[in-house]
């Protein structure tokens, strides 16, 4: 089963500098090609701040764009992995060895199997 393991930090904290930071960067490259080595790793990327992004809506079929997201968060979602594993304990296994989960935290979530039901709300 696949997982998106959304990755969320304070950049304050990860581009400081300091040495626990510089280490998580570090080892994130490593991480990644271990997860790819072992076919686990299915996508990843890393995301500009917010300040670079833009919101889109569509209300009434007329588009419009905003700059933002604007959060009253210090934390932001700065990158995402896409991992492929057995059940939902080793997809929490992979995510909490993502060297940025040290500075801040990974959300894991599966992603939908199109070919079962959509989720009755």
């Known amino acids: 089963m696949r997982y998106a393991c959304l990755v969320y930090f304070d950049p304050q904290k990860v581009f400081s500098q300091s040495a626990e930071a510089e280490a998580a960067l570090r080892d994130t490259g490593p991480y990644n090609a271990e997860l790819r080595a072992s076919g686990q790793l299915v996508t990843e990327g890393a995301l500009e701040l917010p300040q670079q992004a833009m919101t889109v809506q569509v209300r009434d079929g007329k588009m419009s764009a905003t700059d933002g997201p604007f959060m009253e968060t210090k934390e932001v ?41 959509r989720p009755q709300l």
């Open 77 to 117: 979602l700065g990158g995402f992995l896409v991992v492929e594993a057995r059940d939902l304990n080793e997809a929490l296994r992979l995510g909490a060895g993502i060297p940025l989960a040290r500075l801040g935290f990974v959300e894991v979530r599966p992603l939908v199997d199109f070919s079962k039901p």
